[in-house]
C-alpha cells in the first residue's frame, strides 16, 4: 500500500509528509543530462569511382542518387552522320539532348540502306552457257527486240444531230467574235486643233464624271458653225 506519509525524492531521500501538507521538492541538485555522441557521415565511392550526390526529400530524409555517366560518341561515328546528314542532338522538351550511340548507329544503318537502293542500276541479263565437255564458259549476251505497238482502234461515238447543230452554232460565234477588232480612234490633226485655240471651242467633254476627247467629226461640224456665226456679226 501506498504511504504518504513517507514519499521517495528524485536523490533518494525520504521526505515527511504529515496529512493536509503539500509535498515539497528540492531544487538544489540538478539531474544530469546525458550527451549523445554524433557520428560523422562518411561519402563513401562508387564501383565506378565517381562520389553520390546526397538530395534532402520534402520528409526531411537524405535519400542518395547515382549520376548516370553518358557514354560519348566516337569521332568516326560523328563524321559518317554528318556525311549522311543525321543530326546529333534530339530535342527534349525546350532543350537539346545528345542522342544515344545506340541510336545513332541504327539511323546510320537505315540511312546506308535506302542510299544502295537508289544506286542499283538495272543491268543486263547474262546468260551463261556451259559446253557439254565442260571446258569453257561462254558468256552469251541476250539482246532485247523492240516490241512494236499495236495501233489501237478507236471507236466513234453516237452524237444526236442537235449536239452537232449547237457545236456549229458555237463555232460560228467564236470566229465572228474573232474577226471583230478593235475600233481605233483617230487621232485630231493639228490643223483642227489650231482652229479649235482660235475660234474657243473646247477639245473635250465630260462623260460619267470624265474627261473624254471629241470626235474630229464633232469638232469640224462646231468649227463650220462658229465661223458662220462670226460672218453674220461683221454684216
Known sequence: MYNPSTHKCNDGEVEKLGFGKRRRR????????KKKKRKKKTVRKSKAGKKK????????KKK??????????????????????????????KKRVPKSEKLLKKQ????LKALKKKKKVSKRKVSIRKSKVGRKVKKKKTVRKRKVKKKKTVRKRKV?????????????????RKV?????KKKISMK???YCKKLGIK????????RVYKTEKVLKAQIVRKVKMLKKSKK
Open 192 to 194: 483642227i486643233k489650231n
Open 53 to 60: 550526390t546526397v538530395r534532402k526529400s520534402k520528409a526531411g
Open 180 to 184: 471583230k477588232k478593235r475600233v481605233v
Open 108 to 111: 546510320l544503318a537505315k540511312k
Open 160 to 176: 444526236s444531230k442537235r449536239k452537232v447543230y449547237k457545236r456549229k452554232v458555237y463555232k460560228r460565234k467564236v470566229k465572228e
Open 203 to 210: 477639245m473635250t467633254t465630260k462623260r460619267n464624271g470624265k
Open 26 to 33: 528540492k531544487f538544489g541538485k540538478k539531474k544530469k543530462k
Open 64 to 93: 542518395t542518387v547515382r549520376k548516370s555517366k553518358v557514354k560519348k560518341v566516337s569521332s568516326a561515328l560523328k563524321k559518317r552522320c554528318k556525311k549522311h546528314g543525321i543530326r546529333l542532338t534530339l530535342k527534349r522538351g
